[in-house]
């Protein structure tokens, strides 16, 4: 696990947490939203329309009316990343980080208007008579680039399991834990049962879960996110304030956070608001694409709801329910995770700058030249659980750990243990004081409400609708990457094998599963990019042509 975690790291540090990569993708975004002549501010409100039926014939060829089809979307990015990874990303970047998202969010607008109507465009009918759509149809049929397409496809198969499986099941398995004590095993067995019950009988059942789901738990997560925010009102103001303070000068130490700078801010806001909305991820087109229209500019106006709803409203509230609360800075009794638990020598505290100044650069987007932080290497001693050498720091979750604790099958460990490469051997625990991030960050930020304790419920329930939801959606679009590349037979083996990885996905190690998410999404979405963006005139084609005849296709008779 140690070896694949370093793997995933080395491969994360050269795309998604490298500066290119944000920028690539904010740089497409941009460039569309300036060549369509800014989509998202001129035809929001006709999006908004063309959903509620007001422009739309039900006869029209398709699967899906526009309202499931946008539920479906919606539910494969209404998940962990607006729970868990929110406060993923504040807790790596601090309050700055969600202007990033916000700014992620608001080009994603454009980019996804144009991935879905250039999707819908180039659908296919498979074998079953069902739409079959996505990037790689647009890549193949009209850029006759069948060597991308296959690549995209590929990795769409990967990122299944680094956005919409993996990452699902191991956060509600994680919440249903903390929340109930709930065996993550048991979990995984239970909604494995269920999630093979609806993907297995295809796209028209999954849309109407969805519609049917989508609605009520975000009204849910709403009312208690509300609850939260108005307890803390008096902190809205700051809260904002330091997110557009720390926009271009990164985020300041506070508590037991350590700050970040603005590389790290904007790396992990961009990538994190990528996870959330998946605008350029080229994922939603595949559910977009089977929606009923005669034309595919009403299904790209619909679309570009998505990010609006997904990050510029449900990612603000959890983001203002975090910062208000102030949870994000405050040290919570915890187990360690290994991958993240780092012993280093030396004593350091977060109350002295120049320790913070350099613990920050050492847990930078990479360790800096001369790094002035050694990893420890050797024995240390401990009694009854506690570490009684002075000289050693341990670093859990980006922060200094406190009342550290090492234990041995479960009991309070007597002895001298000897320390590799920062790491206590693996038949080791340890637990004790540091940040938290993801659903239990959020959880605690719940608990900060007019419901108290019983606020992390609220967050819980949501999960599991939300992450369950979003599994079901995404095996959807493995199961189009598999018609494409393999065919219509292979579809069933690809829903067991899917079912059975989210089983295991609620006994793996929650950093472990990020580290993968953070890699597959960006594989996922490069060809994507390049994708549309060699499509640029025949987008604009498209869309001009549709604006010129006013949309008369896809008006109601």
């Known amino acids: 696990m140690q070896a694949l975690g370093d793997f995933l790291d080395w491969l994360d540090s050269l795309l998604g947490s490298a500066l290119w990569f944000p920028i690539v993708l904010l740089a497409v975004g941009v460039w569309f939203t300036i060549y369509l002549g800014f989509p998202q501010i001129r035809y929001f409100v006709r999006g908004w329309r063309i959903l509620l039926g007001k422009e739309s014939r039900s006869d029209a060829e398709g699967d899906t009316t526009h309202f499931q089809a946008l539920s479906t979307a919606l539910s494969g990015t209404v998940g962990t990343g607006n729970i868990g990874g929110v406060a993923f990303a504040l807790f790596l970047g601090g309050p700055a980080a969600l202007f990033w998202m916000w700014a992620t969010a608001f080009i994603g607008m454009t980019t996804k208007f144009v991935e879905v109507t250039l999707s819908h465009k180039y659908r296919v009918k498979d074998d079953k008579g069902e739409m079959a759509g996505g990037p790689m149809y647009y890549m193949e049929r009209k850029l006759n680039m069948k060597w991308l397409a296959v690549i995209f496809a590929v990795a769409t198969i990967f990122s299944t399991l680094g956005s919409g499986n993996l990452p699902q099941s191991n956060n509600v398995a994680q919440g249903l834990e903390a929340s109930f004590s709930i065996p993550p095993w048991a979990t ?32 849910v997560y709403l009312v208690g996110a509300v609850a939260v925010i108005a307890m803390n009102l008096d902190q809205i103001g700051p809260s904002f304030m330091a997110i557009f303070s720390s926009i271009f000068s990164g985020s300041a130490a506070v508590g037991g956070f350590l700050g970040a700078s603005i590389a790290y801010a904007f790396t992990k806001g961009v990538g994190r608001g990528l996870f959330s909305n998946e605008a350029g991820q080229g994922s939603a087109p595949i559910a977009h694409a089977s929606a009923k229209a005669d034309d595919p500019v009403p299904e790209g106006l619909v679309s570009l709801l998505e990010p609006f709803i997904d990050t510029l409203v449900i990612c603000t509230i959890t983001g203002l329910v975090i910062l208000s609360s102030g949870v994000w800075t405050e040290k919570f009794e915890n187990n360690f995770e290994r991958l993240s638990t780092e012993f280093i020598a030396g004593t350091y505290s977060d109350s002295n700058p120049q320790h913070v100044e350099q613990l920050r650069a050492h847990m930078g987007l990479s360790p800096p030249t001369g790094d002035s932080i050694s990893t420890y290497e050797g024995p240390i001693s401990v009694t009854d659980g506690v570490i009684q050498d002075s000289d050693i720091t341990v670093i859990h979750h ?45 959880a605690e930020a719940f608990k900060r409400g007019f419901f108290g304790d019983f606020g992390q419920y609220t967050v819980t329930i949501t999960l599991v609708l939300f992450a369950f939801t979003t599994a079901v959606t995404w095996s959807y679009y493995g199961d189009r990457a598999i018609v494409y590349l393999f065919g219509v037979k292979y579809v069933f083996a690809y829903r067991l094998a899917y079912t059975v990885i989210f089983f295991l996905g609620t006994i793996l190690e929650t950093s472990l599963v990020w580290k993968f ?13 390049v994708g549309i963006t060699l499509l640029s005139r025949d987008m604009k084609q498209t869309t001009r042509e549709f604006f010129r005849t006013g949309g008369e296709k896809d008006k109601a008779a």
């Open 398 to 442: 980006r922060s200094i750990a406190e009342d550290v604790r090492v234990s041995l099958r479960g009991e309070p460990y007597t002895g001298v243990v000897e320390v590799a490469n920062g790491m206590l051997p693996v038949e080791y625990s340890v637990s004790g004081k540091s940040l938290i991030h993801s659903v239990a960050l959020t």
């Open 517 to 529: 998410s953070a890699v597959t999404l960006v594989l996922m979405a490069l060809p994507n990019l």
């Open 188 to 219: 995984g067995l239970v909604l494995s049962g269920f999630l093979a019950l609806i993907i297995l009988g295809g796209i028209k059942r999954i849309a109407n879960f969805a519609s049917r789901v989508v609605p009520f738990m975000a009204a």
